[in-house]
């Protein structure tokens, strides 16, 4: 491997120059306790951590940068741990969507702002990777991703859980009267048992994978158990790659490229991933100068069928996923539809990276002749209700729903539904569609998972576990059913979804790809003429930078100063 002389690393023009500036950043370097031959001349590695005491997804990151750090020493590097913002999706409020962005930029600016010629990622819990990579897109050093990697199966009686999935089941259990509270509380105790995310394919599992299709993870690494010993040894293997990749001057750029995203899409879709994926992907890819959207998505679905059998569309969870054979065998099912001569941060060419893997079990990761979808597992709707899109998990939903029409029950908000949705006087019926309003981008704030409206109780004692909801909020990638989401233009800015009143009927056909609001366009007109925009939700601080710049889900939700193309220069370092 060619190894740069110090005059060619990044760092060289904080540390190597004869100026004062130099001097004082040397000084500073033995005021931390390293000596001059720990760091002069070495490719400095900046390690994003977003470890946090309330991150549970990420609590185990603390230990993991340690074993970054090996690597990097050992491959002859100079590693940093910075401490960035952590995005909880169990606790932020009012969702850790709202931030996303915020990290994203977070992440950008530490790295050209600091003396760092390369950096390793950590993070894995939903909005943690799309930030991380936003980010680092856009300063373009050589990057490589760890994941935070799934938790153990939960256990509850004799039964494997899976987190988020079988909470939303077990939750409308109780509300229909089938369980108590003594068997909440045992579920409690059994529902996550480790560190790590959500071991069903939610949303955090989705956008680790994308990230290792992506080709900015070292092989295999997205679906390691995070308390797995090969976790760690993940974690070295990357610090000493991404030296490498330094090296090699082999920045980000060189691998996100279009041909990598349409990988990605590809492999989310065959997985049965999260609509979340959706939103990200499409901010991911604008950050690359790459144009990705929902029409790719719903061109890409129909070549690929869903191979993984997997929770909350299958049967199976990320440990059995892992040791089926991983990332790699599940996308060796797929090369007929990849680009197999692009790079990744381990090798010259994805096919060079898929070359002799093996499906270690054909149940959990199907053969093309045995799919558990013949379609990817996202469709992307239009129509009157929505003309900028919307997406539907229809994998995850009840066959006999995907082309229905029933009467709206329109609800103007989450907290008026959560007061309502069990009032006897509205009169919800199994064939209603529920319709919540104000739940997107900017009317959420930051677009909350609420698209999982829950049935009314006295439909769950009669045995309904599934309805049509229809909301411009995204839903949690571990929950399931007819669940129509992410509907641009949001309600709250004066999009068709807030022109809608109880009793209108509304029709889904996932077939035929459509969402219509089954009104005469003049009352829709008349109803836009009498719209009045809500009151600004905040008057100050992020939120107000985030109301002013957030763009709609269509588009990924990114800031607007952020996505717009453009480059920043280097910092003078003096």
Not at 30 to 44: F, I, N, S, T
Not at 110 to 126: A, E, F, H, N, Q
Not at 379 to 405: F, M, Q, S, W, Y
Not at 547 to 572: S, V
Request: aromatic share 6%; with cysteine.
């Amino acid at each position: 491997m060619t190894v740069k002389r110090p005059e060619e690393l990044r760092s060289h023009q904080w540390y190597g120059t004869d100026g004062l500036r130099s001097f004082s950043h040397r000084a500073r370097t033995r005021q931390l306790g390293y000596l001059p031959e720990e760091h002069l001349g070495k490719p400095v590695i900046a390690i994003l951590n977003t470890w946090s005491d309330i991150n549970p997804c990420h609590v185990h990151l603390r230990d993991r940068a340690q074993a970054v750090k090996r690597g990097v020493w050992q491959a002859g590097g100079f590693p940093l741990e910075f401490p960035v913002s952590t995005l909880s999706e169990t606790f932020q409020k009012p969702t850790p969507m709202l931030y996303r962005n915020m990290l994203a930029m977070e992440t950008e600016e530490l790295l050209r702002s600091y003396p760092v010629d390369g950096t390793v990622l950590m993070g894995g819990c939903d909005k943690s990777t799309p930030a991380l990579l936003m980010g680092a897109a856009s300063a373009d050093l050589p990057t490589v991703f760890v994941p935070a990697g799934p938790m153990l199966p939960g256990h509850w009686r004799n039964e494997v859980l899976g987190s988020g999935t079988d909470m939303w089941k077990y939750w409308d259990d109780k509300r229909a009267g089938l369980i108590g509270d003594a068997e909440m509380a045992e579920l409690e105790n059994g529902l996550a048992r480790s560190p790590g995310t959500c071991m069903t394919m939610g949303t955090a599992s989705t956008l680790t994978a994308a990230a290792e299709a992506l080709g900015v993870t070292v092989p295999g690494a997205s679906s390691i158990p995070a308390v797995d010993s090969g976790h760690e040894r993940m974690a070295a293997a990357s610090g000493r790659r991404i030296v490498g990749l330094v090296h090699q001057d082999r920045k980000l750029s060189q691998i996100l490229t279009g041909e990598a995203y349409e990988d990605a899409v590809a492999t989310v879709l065959a997985l049965g991933g999260s609509t979340n994926a959706v939103i990200h992907l499409i901010a991911m890819a604008g950050r690359s100068g790459v144009q990705l959207t929902l029409d790719d998505f719903d061109r890409i679905a129909r070549t690929v069928p869903v191979l993984a059998n997997l929770r909350p569309g299958g049967r199976y969870l990320m440990e059995d996923f892992h040791f089926a054979g991983g990332l790699p065998a599940f996308l060796a099912q797929l090369t007929d539809v990849l680009h197999l001569d692009r790079p990744t941060v381990a090798h010259d060419t994805l096919r060079e990276q898929l070359d002799g893997v093996l499906v270690h079990n054909p149940d959990v990761i199907r053969p093309r002749e045995n799919p558990l979808a013949e379609e990817g597992g996202v469709a992307v709707l239009r129509g009157n209700l929505c003309p900028d899109g919307a997406v539907i998990k229809h994998i995850a939903a009840e066959p006999r729903l995907l082309k229905h029409t029933g009467p709206a029950m329109v609800f103007p908000d989450y907290r008026t539904m959560q007061r309502t949705i069990n009032d006897p006087g509205l009169g919800i019926t199994a064939d209603h569609v529920l319709v919540l309003q104000g739940a997107g981008p900017k009317g959420g704030p930051g677009m909350p998972e609420y698209g999982m409206l829950p049935l009314p109780d006295h439909l769950l004692k009669q045995g309904v576990r599934d309805m049509v909801r229809i909301s411009d909020a995204r839903m949690s990638g571990t929950s399931y059913g007819t669940c129509v989401l992410h509907i641009a233009p949001e309600s709250y800015v004066g999009g068709p979804l807030a022109l809608v009143r109880s009793g209108d009927l509304i029709t889904l056909d996932v077939a035929t790809r459509t969402l219509r609001l089954e009104i005469p366009d003049e009352e829709l007109e008349r109803r836009r003429a009498e719209w009045t925009p809500p009151p600004e939700r905040y008057e100050r601080g992020y939120g107000a930078l985030y109301t002013e710049q957030i763009t709609q889900a269509d588009t990924g939700c990114d800031f607007a100063f952020l996505a717009r193309r453009g480059k920043n220069p280097d910092p003078y370092a003096g």
